[in-house]
């Protein structure tokens, strides 16, 4: 259960993370609670997720996945840069990312 916890937090992370620039420093009602609910939410279930993974890693992966996949949304929506290297260096992150995966014990609460 850890590892799905920790999976939702962070996809929870990209949805804050692409939300927080149309919450104009959280002067918009609307985008800011949306903001504020995926914050809370990605919180709790990275808490959630430590009970069973190691701090350390757990916070890797929770970083990883919320930078690339709010990378993807910025390559994929907003038209950022696509540059061979850039993507590599985010592909480099997702290999930690699976690396951590595996390397991790299959710990039990």
Do not use: H
């Not at 916890?5 to 996809?11: D, I, M, W």
């Not at 890797?60 to 840069?81: H, S």
């Amino acid at each position: 259960m850890g590892w799905m916890y920790l999976v939702l937090a962070g996809l929870a992370e990209i949805f804050y993370a692409v939300t927080m620039p149309k919450t104009e420093g959280f002067t918009k009602l609307a985008p800011s609670m949306f903001c504020i609910v995926f914050i809370a939410a990605s919180m709790y279930l990275l808490s959630l997720a430590t009970k069973t993974i190691p701090v350390g890693t757990a916070y890797a992966v929770w970083v990883g996945i919320g930078a690339v996949g709010t990378a993807i949304y910025g390559m994929m929506i907003l038209g950022e840069d696509k540059s061979i290297l850039r993507i590599a260096c985010f592909a480099l992150i997702l290999l930690g990312i699976i690396g951590l995966k595996l390397v991790s014990p299959n710990t039990q609460q």
